[in-house]
């Protein structure tokens, strides 16, 4: 882990960080099944595939950029 986030999760003692990555996780690993499941029942070309990678990337980006 970077030491410039080390320090900055050292000013927050009273928040359980390994409770905050545990849901950042979980979180991530539902929109990623999410993602497998539309994209198994979806009958895409290449090109429609990287366009729709490209939109989850930017919203899941834009979620955890807050």
């Not at 410039?4 to 050292?10: G, V």
């Not at 990678?53 to 807050?66: D, M, Q, T």
Request: hydrophobic content about 40%; charged content about 40%.
């Amino acid at each position: 882990m970077p030491e410039d986030l080390r320090e900055k999760m050292r000013e927050f003692p009273e928040i359980n960080w390994s409770e905050v990555a545990r849901q950042a996780i979980t979180e991530k690993a539902k929109v990623l099944e999410k993602m497998n499941a539309l994209l198994a029942r979806a009958h895409l070309n290449e090109k429609d595939l990287h366009e729709v990678v490209g939109e989850i990337k930017k919203r899941v980006l834009k979620k955890h950029a807050r």
